[in-house]
């Protein structure tokens, strides 16, 4: 046979020799297992978010505050009525192992019984809570004055049965948004 | 004497395939090609026909199989590179032509397909996965660039006489049957996604929407996937990155200098016999 095709036939069989010798190898070198040659032995959504089953949200808020109502002047109580914000604090303790930031937090504040709407609130800054780490959460609430008045006289007192209606929540995680809007809670 | 023969062999020596060698041989050690990012480091995704590096969350993903091939790749293109030089300083060696046949069209064909991938990706991702689509558009451009490509390797046969010419249509022809190749695994998608997902992607979760939008090959742009239930509702954005890299930059050079290394070289023996 002439010289120059049979060094065409090797190198043809040197090409396909330089890309089954390496599959052949990654196999062999993890017993034939197909899924520890494809993607080895890290697991990086198993290993960051594998916890999230076992997460108790309860477990995560710590020390609530909320500005004592009762201490207030009748100007402060005045102004509170007419739209001044009430700020409540909350520490939030992080068991993830990544970091998250609570970019809004934002509802209103409604009487079950009448559907009206007592106030609203929202999350004053985001904050970023770094993995496993603790941050201070402040939410500012406006009582909607009208709304709260109505119910006073609805019920012929304070109103009572209070729930949470159009929440809304927005996450980050590792630069990806999450949004989500509950009707009522 | 001395000086005239140096000189001779000066010139004959195929200086294209000289750079194209050396350049082939420094590539796979000059940075990565394309890099592709999910979010603020959800993922991160930089690789070239020589390595890939993954991040995901945080932390750094190994494949055995991914490196292997890899590593394949590399010495692949070193061997082609040390070919092509060779070829390149003694052209009139037996061996020089196939030697040249070897290597000179590797990093070009690695430079297409790194493109292709995500231009193709993206194709599917946009278009395809929704749903919607008619096989007919694919299996025509499939067909008319098996047409032309047929054609244009008999036409070739027929009057092309330089050897520059008919490496120049072997290699056009080549693209077209790659092309055709693209055709048929697109309408092999149509066709998958017609038959399980009547409705595309956002039919998989009922009350839920798929909004999909990734780049072509480089540029942003966000997915988002909304879900509506009871009188609640979440959205997800994804926003997406990609782009080329300046590995790619010396590769495209790489390539071109293989492509005219190989233009250039003279053909083997047998071939000159033919003359």
């Known amino acids: 046979m002439d010289k120059g095709k049979v060094l065409g036939i090797l190198l043809s069989l040197l090409s396909i020799l330089l890309v089954v010798v390496p599959i052949v190898a990654a196999f062999a070198a993890h017993g034939w297992d197909p899924k520890a040659t494809l993607l080895g032995s890290s697991n990086p959504v198993e290993t960051q978010f594998g916890d999230l089953q076992n997460l108790n949200v309860e477990n995560m808020i710590g020390n609530v505050s909320l500005e004592d109502l009762s201490s207030l002047s009748l ?70 004055s009208s709304g709260a008045l109505a119910d006073i006289w609805n019920h012929g007192g304070l109103p009572s049965n209070i729930g949470l209606q159009n929440v809304g929540l927005k996450l980050e995680i590792y630069g990806i948004t999450l949004e989500g809007t509950f009707g009522s809670l | 004497m001395k000086m005239t023969n140096l000189r001779k062999l000066v010139k004959k020596i195929n200086w294209f395939g000289v750079i194209a060698g050396i350049l082939m041989i420094v590539l796979p050690f000059a940075g990565r090609w394309w890099r592709f990012t999910v979010g603020t480091g959800a993922i991160d995704l930089t690789t070239s026909p020589f390595g890939i590096t993954t991040t995901a969350f945080g932390q750094t993903m190994e494949s055995t199989l991914a490196k292997y091939i890899f590593l394949g790749a590399t010495i692949s293109i070193i061997i082609a590179g040390l070919f092509v030089l060779f070829a390149s300083l003694l052209p009139e060696q037996w061996w020089s032509a196939r030697l040249m046949d070897f290597g000179a069209t590797k990093v070009f064909w690695m430079a297409i397909w790194l493109v292709m991938m995500p231009l193709i990706g993206a194709f599917i991702a946009n278009r395809v996965l929704p749903g919607g689509q008619t096989l007919t558009i694919y299996i025509l451009g499939a067909t008319i660039s098996i047409i032309i490509a047929v054609l244009s390797k008999y036409l070739a046969s027929k009057f092309l006489k330089k050897l520059w010419s008919k490496r120049l249509m072997k290699l056009a022809t080549n693209v077209l049957l790659m092309i055709a190749g693209l055709f048929i695994v697109l309408a092999v998608c149509v066709f998958i996604v017609g038959k399980f997902l009547p409705s595309g992607v956002s039919g998989i979760v009922p009350g839920g929407t798929l909004n999909i939008n990734v780049p072509y090959a480089s540029g942003s742009a966000s997915t988002i996937f909304s879900m509506s239930m009871g009188g609640g509702q979440a959205t997800l954005t994804l926003p997406i990155s990609m782009g080329l890299m300046s590995g790619f930059a010396l590769a495209i050079v790489t390539a071109v200098f293989s492509i005219l290394a190989w233009i250039y070289h003279p053909g083997p023996p047998e071939e000159k016999k033919k003359k």
């Open chain 1, 75 to 144: 100007t402060d109580l005045l102004s509170v009525l007419q739209g001044r914000p009430i700020t409540a604090t909350a520490q939030v303790n992080s068991p993830l192992s990544f970091p998250i930031t609570i970019k809004d937090v934002s509802g209103s504040l409604v009487c079950n019984d009448d559907g009206v709407i007592l106030g609203n609130f929202r999350l004053t800054n985001a904050v970023e809570i770094p993995a496993h780490g603790s941050k201070v959460l402040s939410i500012a609430g406006t009582i909607d």
